[in-house]
C-alpha cells in the first residue's frame, strides 16, 4: 500500500491566524492592509504558505535592522 502525501496549496485566514499566533482580527486586518498576500476565490481569502513566510521574514528582518 502507497501512502500519498498531500501538500496544501493555500490556507485561510484562520489558519494563518492559528499558524502565528494571532487573533482572526489582527490577521484579517494584515491580509485587507496588504501586509500578507492573499487572494479572493469566490468569497473567501486564500493565503499561500510562501505569503506566510514572506510576512514572517519580513518581520524579522525588521526587528534586526531596528535593533542594529
Known sequence: MTTVTITRKWHTTG?????????????????????IRSVKIGR???IRP??????????A???VERAA
Open 15 to 35: 489558519e494563518v491566524a492559528e499558524m502565528l499566533g494571532f487573533g482572526l482580527s489582527k490577521t484579517k486586518a494584515l491580509v485587507l492592509s496588504g501586509e
Open 44 to 46: 473567501n481569502r486564500r
Open 50 to 59: 510562501a505569503w506566510v513566510d514572506e510576512y514572517v521574514n519580513r518581520c
Open 61 to 63: 528582518s525588521e526587528t
